[in-house]
Nanobody
Framework: QVQLVESGGGLVQPGGSLRLSCAAS????????MGWYRQAPGKQRELVAHITGGGTTNYADSVKGRFTISRDNAKNTVYLQMNSLKPEDTAVYYC??????????WGQGTQVTVSS
């Protein structure tokens, strides 16, 4: 079993920054890929950013140039640095960890609210 612990959400003003963290623990031999998703009220969950074991990254068009995903393989931790935040970034952010392409786990979610 794999456990994910997210941290770093909160309330921030437009133009501000936040850094999300997600630490994985448990029965982990290796991690195939890690990612961040978000779900705003009344909307479907969407991919925000994704990073493979080799470090290849992929971003949603809406966050390109503002968000940066990174990972610390030694700590089984993935980060999401969010800069120039906008009200439309308000959502619950979820960490996703893929142990293999067919085996993945979700964090509990952390609220990010961008408001003045």
């Amino acid at each position: 079993q794999v456990q994910l612990v997210e941290s770093g959400g909160g309330l921030v003003q437009p133009g501000g920054s936040l850094r999300l963290s997600c630490a994985a623990s448990g029965s982990i031999f290796s991690i195939y890929a890690m990612g961040w998703y978000r779900q705003a009220p009344g909307k479907q969950r969407e991919l925000v950013a994704h990073i493979t074991g080799g470090g290849t990254t992929n971003y949603a068009d809406s966050v390109k140039g503002r968000f940066t995903i990174s990972r610390d393989n030694a700590k089984n931790t993935v980060y999401l640095q969010m800069n120039s935040l906008k009200p439309e970034d308000t959502a619950v952010y979820y960490c996703n960890v893929e142990i293999s392409p067919l085996d993945d786990y979700w964090g509990q979610g952390t609220q990010v609210t961008v408001s003045s």
